[in-house]
């Protein structure tokens, strides 16, 4: 069964440090790859994904994602992270049909407190 | 309506009572999903609708839950004779179609308790 894995569950940065979230995804075959994101008192939204192409994308908010296929990996970067930036992220490859369906397979999340 | 809208938003129930959780999808989205987030935990997929039909009901985690969708709009997931360890988040979602590639808007979600 395809899994996500998320290693760090809480991280703690001040402003302006570079940030980066690991994600490992298990599944042999074609995937598609996100980053979601849920600030404190909102729902969950995009962040940027991954379906072909460029290995490196960019999403909202000067962040960036490198898939690495020989390491099954989907880190999650910003070069300088900011309070606003304080929110749960979330990892996730969408499962079944080659990934051609919407379904979504989620890691734990990572908790990320940007100090001021 | 302009996002996901769930209800309730916040319910706390008797262990061995019934709970209905209601989501209203983004107005013609025909794709509609439910996860579950346990305190601590990633969110878990239950089930997701293709109009009215389940072609994928995998994540259920046990026959005490069901869901069902109706005119291709609301949805309902039904918690039958509810236990402690169902406590969590229920996390309703939306996408234009169903395959990959539709962006897939959450709502805020229903936070059940069960004493």
Do not use: M
Request: aromatic share 12%; net charge neutral.
């Amino acid at each position: 069964a395809q899994s996500v894995s998320q290693h760090n569950h809480h991280v703690i940065l001040s402003e302006a440090a570079s940030l980066e979230l690991g994600c490992n995804y298990s599944y042999g075959g074609t995937v598609n790859l996100f980053w979601y994101v849920q600030y404190p008192g909102q729902h969950l939204q995009l962040l940027l994904k991954y379906f072909s192409g460029d290995p490196l994308v960019k999403g909202i908010k000067g962040f960036e994602a490198e898939f690495i296929k020989s390491k099954f990996s989907f880190n999650l970067r910003k070069p300088s992270v900011q309070w606003s930036d304080t929110a749960e992220y979330f990892c996730a490859v969408n499962a079944g049909l080659g990934g051609a369906t919407n379904k979504l397979i989620f890691g734990t999340g990572t908790l990320l407190a940007v100090q001021p | 309506g302009a996002g996901v809208s769930q209800s309730p938003s916040n319910k706390v129930t008797e262990k061995g009572k019934d709970v209905e959780l209601r989501c209203d999808p983004i107005s013609g989205h025909t794709a509609l999903y439910w996860y579950r987030q346990r305190l601590g935990q990633g969110l878990e997929f239950l089930i997701y609708f293709q109009g009215n039909s389940a072609p994928d009901k995998s994540g259920l985690p046990s026959d005490r839950f069901s869901a069902e969708r109706t005119g291709e709009s609301v949805s309902t997931l039904t918690i039958q004779r509810t236990q402690q360890e169902d406590s969590a988040v229920y996390l309703c979602a939306s996408s234009r179609l169903w395959d990959s590639g539709n962006t897939i808007y959450f709502g805020e979600g229903s936070w059940l308790t069960v004493v």
